[in-house]
């Protein structure tokens, strides 16, 4: 009953709004009009590859992949640099070691000559 | 090279029809929605001026950002935008009456209900229909806190189910029929107790 009773008074609700709506007067429905103009203006005038629903995802997956290339080479590229840097001055700061390298034919001859005895 | 430049061609006419029945279908629903907007935001900020603005700006984001859903996700959009742009200025005027309130700018406020003229002992569904109805349920209407306005006027006028509505408001579901239940309930009674 209460159902039916509040049933009874949200359709007589909704029939008083519409006619309200219906009777707004001449100088608001201009209004609306022009507003609803412009509106239509700006659909007409924005690119179609930005109005696309893919763009803003496919910008996003874009940078992600940018950033992701860029990591990459600033993380890998370094550290090679470094290892050079490293191995030049393990030989730089060792003086033996290059005096090793300078008598190397020397050394393997001696070698070769303690196997043959 | 020729059949490249036919099929790019087709495309970009595809693409114009596309747009036209995008910005055809889009007029059609803004022009089915816009007196209801306005009489929304009309209800909720008390003034013409503010609700026209509300209106065009909700239309312009729409078309601006959302022209490319699907059509039926337009009226969701549209009312989220709407009553988020009413809650703005809703929270502004507020502000403002503060102010008002403390530097004494208001006389004491008269209730507008008390001073219909009373008619009979009819229920207020036959009231409803008279003369006086849209006066009745507007100021009943405009008593209303604005989050349960907001949900009676989405659920009962616009048709939103409550899902489409909690969206609108960006509140839950539950939130939804709580103010929906109360708001039917404070009409009836406003309704009911002024005899309009």
Redesign the interface.
């Known amino acids: 009953m209460n159902n039916e009773?509040?049933n009874?008074?949200?359709e007589?609700?909704?029939?008083?709004?519409?006619?309200?709506?219906?009777n707004?007067d001449a100088r608001?429905?201009a209004?609306?009009r022009v507003?609803?103009g412009?509106?239509?203006d700006?659909?007409?005038r924005?690119p179609?590859w930005l109005?696309?629903?893919w763009f803003i995802p496919g910008a996003a997956v874009s940078t992600a992949l940018v950033m992701a290339v860029a990591g990459l080479l600033w993380l890998s590229s370094p550290t090679d640099e470094l290892t050079v840097v490293g191995e030049d001055s393990n030989l730089i700061a060792a003086d033996e070691n290059v005096d090793i390298y300078d008598d190397l034919e020397f050394y393997r001859w001696l070698a070769d000559e303690n196997d043959a005895a | 090279m020729a059949l490249f430049a036919t099929s790019m061609n087709n495309k970009a006419i595809a693409?114009r029809e596309n747009?036209l029945d995008?910005?055809q279908e889009?007029?059609q629903f803004?022009?089915g929605v816009?007196?209801?907007a306005?009489?929304m935001a009309q209800l909720a900020t008390g003034n013409?001026d503010d609700a026209?603005d509300l209106?065009?700006d909700a239309?312009?984001k729409?078309?601006?950002q959302y022209?490319?859903?699907a059509p039926q996700e337009w009226g969701p959009l549209f009312y989220q935008i709407l009553q988020s742009g009413i809650r703005d200025a809703y929270r502004r005027s507020r502000v403002r009456n503060r102010w008002r309130v403390w530097f004494n700018l208001d006389d004491a406020e008269d209730d507008p209900l008390l001073n219909l003229p009373d008619t009979d002992s009819l229920?207020?569904?036959q009231r409803?229909?008279n003369g006086q109805?849209?006066n009745a349920?507007?100021i009943a209407l405009k008593r209303l806190p604005l989050r349960q306005q907001q949900v009676f006027?989405l659920r009962?006028?616009e048709g939103l189910d409550t899902a489409q509505t909690a969206r609108a408001m960006g509140c839950t579901q539950g939130s939804v029929k709580t103010h929906y239940s109360r708001a039917?309930h404070t009409?009836?009674t406003l309704m009911e107790e002024h005899h309009v």
Do not use: C, N, Y
């Open positions: 009773r509040d009874e008074f949200l007589a609700a909704k029939s008083t709004l519409d006619a309200g709506a219906r707004l608001i429905l209004r609306l507003a609803r412009r509106a239509l700006a659909v007409e924005r179609a109005a696309s629903q | 693409a747009g995008t910005a889009l007029e803004l022009a816009e007196r209801r306005f009489r013409t026209l209106v065009q239309m312009f729409l078309a601006r022209a490319v859903r229920g207020p569904e409803l229909v109805a849209m349920l507007e006027l009962v006028w039917v009409l009836r």
